[in-house]
């Protein structure tokens, strides 16, 4: 069982950044593929990011390349979402989500992903 606390959501002018971070319970944080995920109203949940169990590989949707990063420490428990220039369509509730099998990273999937936080709102004003 793995349990998930997103914060660093808020409300950011365009062009601004912000630091999503993600807490977990547990004690094999590591053995699990972190992502973000995010859902916009009245759109479908979509991926954003994910990370290896080892943090050295990462991927993201093409919407976030250059401007997202995703990181982790598994020392501390802890997976990061830094966001740069960020634009409106950025607005949306996001969720940090851990996956067991390697399918998690690999399809960015979210029926992949077995755990999953309550949410963070960014709101990306134009």
């Known amino acids: 069982q793995v349990q998930l606390v997103e914060s660093g959501g808020g409300l950011v002018q365009a062009g601004g950044s912000l630091r999503l971070s993600c807490a977990a319970s547990g004690r094999t944080f590591s053995s699990y593929v972190m992502g973000w995920f995010r859902q916009a109203p009245g759109k479908e949940r979509e991926f954003v990011a994910a990370?290896?169990?080892?943090?050295?590989?990462?991927r993201y949707t093409d919407s976030v390349k250059g401007r997202f990063t995703i990181s982790r420490d598994n020392a501390k428990n802890t997976v990061s979402l830094q966001m740069n220039s960020l634009k409106p369509d950025d607005t949306a509730v996001y969720y940090c989500a851990a996956g067991l099998s390697g399918r998690a990273y690999t399809t960015g999937g979210s029926m992949d992903y077995d755990y999953w936080g309550q949410g963070t709102q960014v709101t990306v004003s134009s």
């Open positions: 990370i290896s169990r080892s943090g050295s590989n990462t």
